[in-house]
């Protein structure tokens, strides 16, 4: 993998304005993706991207664990 590519596993949620993972460990990443609509939300999950912000996780690929 390349710098600023990770993979994080956690459970997806929906809120008001988009979809975060919470990881085990109490991290938040707001998740930045092309599909507005996932059907993996309330599920725990692994979202592999390219970090785009302090808390911020533009999705490549999103799926269960």
Request: net charge negative.
């Amino acid at each position: 993998m390349s710098a600023g590519r990770i993979r994080v596993s956690g459970i997806l949620s929906r809120g008001r304005r988009g979809m975060f993972l919470t990881t085990t460990d109490e991290v938040v990443w707001i998740i930045e993706s092309e599909e507005p609509e996932c059907e993996f939300v309330g599920s725990a999950v692994i979202v592999e991207g390219v970090v785009a912000g302090r808390d911020r996780l533009r999705a490549d690929w999103i799926g269960p664990v």
